[in-house]
């Protein structure tokens, strides 16, 4: 079984840097894409960035290229994967609720970017970690 353990997060001030991670453990050969969301109180949950576990080939949301870097540090013989969301010139805007989650594609078709980055694609979620920005 699946399980994702999120740690960083906090308040910062607008301009900084700012890294969050995700420990997944237990994942399958099914377990294809680790994603980053985020959720702002009454927004719905929101795609930001994604990484193929298998190839480590990064995905972003169009809006948000630059200031957001995913990356993954995985251990394919333990089934474990560390995956790592750097954000940096942090915007009040950014504030949110950032979860990360296993996401499980088809192997024998290629999703899309937009697919990708879809919370509804994903069934497994950390518990999320409050990113607070002060102007």
């Known amino acids: 079984q699946v399980q994702l353990v999120q740690s960083g997060g906090g308040e910062v001030a607008a301009g900084q840097s700012l890294n969050l991670s995700c420990a997944v453990s237990?994942?399958?050969?099914?377990?294809?894409?680790i994603g980053w969301f985020r959720q702002s109180p009454g927004k719905e949950r929101a795609g930001v960035a994604a990484?193929?576990?298998?190839?480590?080939?990064?995905?972003?949301?169009?809006s948000l290229q630059g200031r957001f870097t995913v990356s993954q540090d995985r251990n394919a013989l333990a089934l474990q994967n560390t995956v790592y969301l750097k954000v940096k010139n942090l915007e009040p805007e950014d504030t949110a609720v950032y979860y990360c989650?296993?996401?499980?594609?088809?192997?024998?078709?290629?999703?899309?970017?937009?697919?990708?980055?879809?919370?509804?694609?994903?069934?497994?979620w950390g518990q999320g970690t409050q990113v607070t920005v002060s102007a």
């Open positions: 237990g994942y399958t050969y099914r377990t294809n894409y």
């Open positions: 990484v193929d576990v298998f190839d480590g080939k990064p995905f972003y949301s169009d």
């Open positions: 989650a296993a996401g499980e594609f088809n192997p024998f078709e290629a999703p899309t970017p937009v697919s990708i980055l879809r919370a509804d694609h994903y069934n497994t």
